[in-house]
Every structure is written in structure tokens, then in C-alpha cells.
């Protein structure tokens, strides 16, 4: 049991993330009710002994099923087109990190204060402690406030990578000669991983992503300590 809950997605830890999980199990309840309705129908029809043979057409059934699926799609359609909104929606940040996807580790810079910048790569298999996770862990951790919004400024410098941290809502391409852009509010604090989501090359598994998110005292403590 424990080895099933350690190979989960991690839970939602943003806003948004919590608004696409809203958003699914509203799109799922949708589909099942018409995988029931279309199930029920294609069972009376197997099972129906009675006949018409002088039925050619039928106007009302046939708007009937015309303008339904239409007004399924917009309870699908306005929920979809507002959470892209919010997605794309750069709110006033508190602070601004920027990342560059390199093959194969990340950079980062903490725009905002100087001299505030790392490398971040995979710790190796035969380094790892024993309270790492393979694979995910890494040398240098990204430290972010919670309850602050956060602004990603992303780019590459050699090929297509993709950052994504699944349990924000966040999936960006890094791309070479383009800076995108995304943001974020992490409501609660821990450890959050995330990888590499765009087929980069040969080491593309082994470029993984960590958000350690701490209390705002503890980030201005950090944030001193490194800039001394």
C-alpha cells in the first residue's frame, strides 16, 4: 500500500491546479452521463420487438438531437475558456524567478535580487541519501514563498524542454530565442516535483525540477543568507 501511494501525482497545490481538478471532474460527469444515456438507448433498441415500417423521418427528434449535443458543448466550452483565461492571466508578482533549460539541468536567476543565480541538476543514483527520491531529486532546490504569486520567465538555450510541475498547474515550453512566461501561487508549503516534459535528447528523463516551498520568513532568511 505504501509503495502505491508513493508512485501518485502529488496532490493540487495551487489555485489553478485545484481549478483544472474541478474542471475534469466536471467534464467526466458530463461524459458519463451521455456514455449512460447513449448505453440505455442502444440496449432498448437491441431489445425492442416493436417495429415501424411506415416511420421515414422525424423533424422533432431530429432537433431535439441537434441542438443538445450544442448545448452540452457550451457547459463544456465556458468552464474550459475561463480557466485558460486564468492560466494566461499575469496577475501583479511578488516575485519573478526565470529558468533556462540547458541539456540537461536547469539555471535559474532570481530576477529581483542580485547575484542569485544556480545550476540545477539530478543527483546521481549512487549519491542520493536515503530520505531522496531517485530520479527526482536534485542538487539545488528552487526556494519560493507560499501565499506569494510567482512569475516563471522560461527559456532555453539549446533545444525544446518543457518546465512542468504538475501538482501547480504548470506546463511551459522552453524554447530557444523565446522567453514564455507563467504564473503561480503555492497555497501550501513542502516539496514539489516536477520534469522535464518535452523530448530534449538523450538524458530528457534525467533533468528533473524541485519547488521547495517555505513560510515568507524563511524565504527572506534564505535570501539573505545567499546574497552574502
Not at 34 to 49: A, D, E, P, R
Not at 72 to 97: C, G, K, Q, V, W
Not at 126 to 142: A, H, M, P, T
Not at 185 to 212: D, K, T, W
Request: a negative charge; charged letters at 15%; hydrophobic letters at 45%.
Amino acid at each position: 500500500m505504501a509503495t502505491w501511494s508513493n508512485i501518485n501525482v502529488q496532490d493540487s497545490s495551487s489555485p489553478l491546479m485545484e481549478q483544472l481538478n474541478f474542471f475534469h471532474d466536471h467534464t467526466m460527469l458530463i461524459l458519463l452521463m451521455i456514455t449512460i444515456m447513449v448505453s440505455y438507448l442502444m440496449g432498448m433498441l437491441f431489445l425492442n420487438k416493436f417495429t415501424n415500417r411506415f416511420l421515414l423521418h422525424g423533424q422533432t427528434i431530429e432537433v431535439i438531437w441537434t441542438i443538445l449535443p450544442a448545448v452540452i458543448l457550451m457547459f463544456i466550452a465556458l468552464p474550459s475558456l475561463r480557466i485558460l483565461y486564468l492560466l494566461d492571466e499575469i496577475n501583479d508578482p511578488s516575485i519573478t524567478l526565470k529558468t533556462i533549460g540547458h541539456q540537461w539541468y536547469w539555471s535559474y536567476e532570481y530576477s529581483d535580487f542580485l547575484n542569485i543565480e544556480f545550476d540545477s541538476y539530478m543527483i546521481p543514483t549512487n549519491e542520493i541519501s536515503l530520505n531522496s527520491f531517485r530520479l527526482l531529486d536534485v542538487d539545488n532546490r528552487i526556494v519560493l514563498p507560499m501565499n506569494s504569486q510567482i512569475r516563471m520567465l522560461i527559456s532555453a538555450a539549446d533545444v525544446l524542454h518543457s518546465w512542468t510541475i504538475p501538482a501547480l498547474g504548470v506546463k511551459v515550453d522552453a524554447t530557444p530565442g523565446r522567453l514564455n512566461q507563467t504564473n503561480f501561487n503555492i497555497n501550501r508549503p513542502g516539496l514539489f516535483f516536477g520534469q522535464c516534459s518535452e523530448i530534449c535528447g538523450a538524458n530528457h528523463s534525467f533533468m528533473p525540477i524541485v519547488i521547495e516551498s517555505v513560510p515568507v520568513n524563511f524565504f527572506t532568511n534564505w535570501i539573505s543568507s545567499a546574497n552574502k
